[in-house]
């Protein structure tokens, strides 16, 4: 098994190709170890020293560093997690807790224009930033605000705010008159 590495725009975080599936459907983030307990895989990632957050997407893994812990002392630990996980057969994810679209549910009046901004994020945001390693996905419609969940790569990077208001609000302005501003959320 060859696994490719990859930088992100997020330096504290760096993408994992294992070159086979990694999840069927949606994402899981893990963003500390205490919820990992649904994915083997994320408790054999996190149980290397300096590892403060997971992410998978459907053909990759992401790992967050904490700032006193290095790459080049982790980067192996973690090639070693990822590959003895494939090689056991043990899935990724146990039972029911498979990956999810990431969106949270909205329904009342605005609900087709919520419509709306959940596929321009399928369509044309969520694929540019699992390039980066990344998710951003859909919590809120208030008022035109429209309030994202930024996960994987993208929680913490230090673009992520110029993504957000030159990238995708510009984006969602331009199809969807109603939406007057994009930020950013911590769940």
Same mark, same amino acid.
């Given at each position: 098994? =060859?696994? %490719?590495? $990859? ?16 999840? $069927?459907? !949606? ?21 290397? %020293? ?5 992410? =998978? ?22 090639? !070693? ?5 494939? %090689? ?10 498979? &990956? ?11 609900? $087709? ?27 809120? =419609? ?8 930024? %996960?994987?790569?993208?929680? &913490? ?20 008159? $109603? ?9």
């Amino acid at each position: 098994m =060859f696994i %490719q590495t $990859e930088s992100t725009p997020n330096p504290a975080t760096l993408k994992f190709l294992p070159g086979q599936t990694v999840l $069927e459907a !949606g994402t899981a983030d893990f963003p500390t170890a205490e919820g990992a307990e649904k994915s083997p895989l994320a408790e054999r990632i996190f149980k290397v %020293q300096g590892v403060t957050g997971v992410f =998978f997407g459907n053909d990759f893994v992401t790992v967050t560093k904490g700032d006193d812990a290095e790459w080049d002392h982790m980067k192996p630990a973690i090639l !070693g997690a990822i590959m003895e996980h494939f %090689q056991s057969g043990k899935p990724v994810m146990i039972g029911d807790a498979a &990956g999810s679209s990431g969106h949270a549910d909205h329904d009342g009046e605005d609900a $087709e224009i919520v419509g709306q901004i959940k596929e321009l994020l399928d369509t044309r945001v969520r694929p540019a930033v699992a390039q980066d390693g990344g998710d951003i996905t859909f919590h809120g =419609f208030e008022r035109g605000v429209v309030y994202l969940h930024m %996960q994987g790569a993208c929680a &913490g990077c230090p673009s992520s705010t110029i993504t957000l208001k030159m990238g995708i609000e510009n984006l969602l302005r331009h199809y969807i008159p $109603e939406v007057t501003e994009v930020r950013p959320v911590g769940v």
